[in-house]
């Protein structure tokens, strides 16, 4: 999976957080929030080292703590600071892909990109990682749409979405000579298509791909 994106302003020190913010803001719950935000951060960062190691168990353990986090973060944070807000909401949708909550985070994620791709003053690298994150959960529900049956009327518009913007995030990344990028997303459209074109027998013999 990508990588775990992170707002610049999370990074900022709390002596900062008053110019940030701006006057009149209640910097307890702010700090309230910065600290619910790394603590997400960590436990995120856990899960993902325990799931290196196919310690399945205790990854889904961090990454439930880490979803409680973003959450609660999510509930704090005042409701102007829209950019923010995004960047906790792709955070979350990306443990909710690691706690069988796939639906729910693919819910998610297509509202976020939806809203970041008609914001012109969106961050681009969060709209990538946005759009990256959301033709995963794609190309997992296709995957799984199809072990229950689904007929290629429910989940080939599914894997059609991923395959378009795996393309979308290849081509740019090309285009900005990113290699390393252009090299991943490439990998990712190639997954796509063997997805959609593998027989239903052959897929039933592969184990469940990595969230």
Partial sequence: MRKWLLSAWFMIPVGATAFHFGPGQDHAALDRVASLTAEGQAFAKEGRALQEKDQTLAAAGAFAKADNAFSQALSELPAEHVA???????????????L???????????????????????????TADARSTYANSQYYMTWLMRLEGEGRE?????????????????????????????????????????????????LQGLPLPSQ
């Fill in 84 to 98: 923010e807000s995004r960047a906790l909401r792709l955070e979350r949708a990306k443990c909710m892909m690691f």
């Fill in 154 to 202: 429910k989940w080939g518009p599914r894997i059609e979405s991923a395959r378009q913007t795996y393309r979308l995030l290849a081509e740019r990344a090309q285009e900005a000579g990113d290699s390393e990028a252009l090299a991943h997303h490439r990998e990712d459209l190639e997954a796509a298509i063997r997805l959609d074109r593998m027989d239903l027998t052959d």
């Fill in 100 to 126: 069988s909550k796939l639906p729910d985070a693919n819910r998610e994620l297509t509202g976020l990109v939806e809203e970041l791709s008609v914001d012109p003053d969106a961050d681009p690298e969060l």
